[in-house]
Nanobody
Framework: QVQLVESGGGLVQPGGSLRLSCAASGISFSAYAMGWYRQVPGKQRELVAAITSGGSTDYADSVKGRFTISRDNAKNTVQLQMNSLKPEDTAVYYC??????????????WGQGTQVTVSS
């Protein structure tokens, strides 16, 4: 059974920091690309940051320079360090695992989400 369990969300003041963590089980973690997405009510889920199995990273323009994604293959975890948080970062953050085997054949898994609220 595949599980992605997020932790670390909460309430923080503007300018503050939070560190999200996602613990994966039931998958060959090192073979998966991992990502963090976020969603606010009424809007589509959007990619925040991603890291490939090889360690290459990608970020949404809105978080570049503020957020850092990292992974620990020994512990099957992926983290999102969020600094200089803004009210517009408020959302439910989801952990994502993806492995592409071939064209039209991929495994995608999601965590249950963790709420991040940035407010004074």
């Amino acid at each position: 059974q595949v599980q992605l369990v997020e932790s670390g969300g909460g309430l923080v003041q503007p300018g503050g920091s939070l560190r999200l963590s996602c613990a994966a089980s039931g998958i060959s973690f090192s073979a998966y690309a991992m990502g963090w997405y976020r969603q606010v009510p009424g809007k589509q889920r959007e990619l925040v940051a991603a890291i490939t199995s090889g360690g290459s990273t990608d970020y949404a323009d809105s978080v570049k320079g503020r957020f850092t994604i990292s992974r620990d293959n020994a512990k099957n975890t992926v983290q999102l360090q969020m600094n200089s948080l803004k009210p517009e970062d408020t959302a439910v953050y989801y952990c994502n695992a993806k492995r592409v085997y071939a064209i039209n054949r991929e495994n995608i898994y999601w965590g249950q989400g963790t709420q991040v609220t940035v407010s004074s």
